[in-house]
């Protein structure tokens, strides 16, 4: 690697622009490519918030990775001077089966993290906008919060470019020659590393590599409108909260801006994130306002105030891919967030600061290397 090595990142999503920050921060001459833009609304990153937290039930490389990310989210925080992170807590919930709350917990106050494991009944007089019948295993991670999606993506590249940083608006065609970066006009650019961080795009420009590896799954998220005058779903009456059912149903406390959001986990059907309609019909809404019915009895009869279409980037294990093309070691791909990486921005980004120049070679949970020859599928823990 040259003294000051020269890095080309594609893509300034979460995963792409804490890269290109971090690259640079250690020493990188590094410039930034995207088709659109940090957190447009076709990216994995876009939209109002993410949850960030280290419940990871057995996974625990993720409650370290996280647990790193909040310390770098909150230390950047402090240094931009504006919050992109707002620490609401958030509440787990789980019926008959309470094994992820426990391992989550026992994970926790092993990496120092406060936790809270509740009865139901003491959960109950706690939160009481939320019916908690049927839930017997509550567990309450205090540290985590709420992740301005959209803004943060938006704060990281305003960082990098005040910094120094290039970063340009440019489609990238895919790779038909890997020693440089050729864009859609047909001009290349060199550099001693290139990043590819092209979220739900990367299975279309790494065809052979990716392809199927990486699915864009159909994710709406519903924004329902909360009673005049009432604080009990607003932070810190409420905190961000998800629900191990038969599906995973997450949702943050209300904002005045848009309202209380909730989320069907479960992944939808494929789509083409450039192209999708992103039309939300009754089938979204029903079966989401049946559950907000019974599990908060209050907003049984709330507007519907407006919805999102977004995708997640979804590798068939839910484990994210941070590793270099087989054909060229100065080609790296990441991605593969899978509902559940935007939290992770500045560890990645320092994760891959490491990999790039100083030839740390990430965990092989992140590998390409474990689809060889098929793969069991894994219990998914998105947002
Ligand atoms: C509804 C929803 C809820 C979620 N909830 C959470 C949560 O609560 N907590 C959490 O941690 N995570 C959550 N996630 C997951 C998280 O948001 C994503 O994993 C993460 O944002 C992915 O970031 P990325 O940078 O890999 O992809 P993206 O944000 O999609 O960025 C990729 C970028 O690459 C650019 N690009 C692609 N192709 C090209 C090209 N050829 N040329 C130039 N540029 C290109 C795109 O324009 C885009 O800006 C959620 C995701 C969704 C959709």
Known sequence: MAVRPKVVVVGAGAFGGWTALTLQQQGANVTLLDAWGPGHARSSSGGDTRIIRATYGPRRIYTRMAARALHLWREHQ???GHGCLETTGALWMSGADNRFGQESANALRDEGMPVEVLP????ADRWPQINFSGITSVVFEPDAGVLSAR???GAVVD?????GGTCRMAPVAPPRRLD????ADGTTLDADAIVYACGPWLGSLFPGVIGPRITATRQVVHYFGTPAGDASFVSPHLPVWLELGAAVMYGFPADAQRGFKIADDTSGPPIDPT???????PDDIDPVREYLAHRFPRLADAPWLSGEVCQYEATPDSDFIIDTHPDSSKVWIVG?????????GPAIGELMADAVLGDTAPDPAFSL???AGGHAAQPKWSA
């Open 78 to 80: 402090a240094a931009w």
């Open 120 to 123: 139901a009944a003491e959960a």
């Open 151 to 153: 803004r943060a993506c």
């Open 159 to 163: 960082r990098f470019v005040a910094d």
């Open 180 to 183: 440089v970066v050729t864009l």
């Open 275 to 281: 192209t999708d309609p992103r039309v939300i019909t």
């Open 336 to 344: 593969g967030g899978s509902g559940h990486g935007f939290k992770m």
């Open 369 to 371: 290397h474990r689809f």
